[in-house]
């Protein structure tokens, strides 16, 4: 008898998420990535939950960063291992290479800032072309 292991368990039941959802993929409001931790240590969220995408998917990523003077790129990282998979530097679509459990965070990119609120949102494309 084949049982899942817990990351296999967690990746099925965000994919049902997901399906029951609609369009929205992964949404929320987290800190920027300036102190490289997910949680820092005064507790503040500085990354996304974990998400399924899947290889044949596309998925538009859109953000806002609060800030007088601010610009923020999103990195999206493998949630088993950290690596990078996939960076933007503005809204747009991307189409994963393969399917995975994944994270967002996002990186201030003006000298000197950091610690900006970041609202987020990720949707299925509609259309699988990009």
């Not at 998917?57 to 998979?85: F, N, P, Q």
């Amino acid at each position: 008898m084949h049982l899942p292991t817990s990351q296999q368990f967690l990746a099925g039941g965000l994919a049902i998420q997901s399906a029951l959802t609609g369009d929205s993929v992964s949404k929320g409001k987290v800190l920027d990535y300036a102190v490289e931790k997910c949680i820092d240590g005064d507790g503040n969220v500085r990354c996304s939950k974990p998400f399924t995408v899947s290889k044949d998917g596309c998925y538009e990523i859109k953000w806002s960063t609060d800030g007088a003077l601010s610009h923020t790129t999103v990195e999206v990282r493998d949630a088993g291992s950290g690596e990078m998979v996939y960076y933007r530097d503005t809204n747009g679509e991307w189409k994963p290479e393969k399917n995975e459990l994944v994270y967002l965070d996002f990186k201030p990119k003006v000298w000197k800032t950091g610690n900006d609120t970041v609202d987020y949102e990720v949707f299925s494309c509609d259309n699988n072309e990009l």
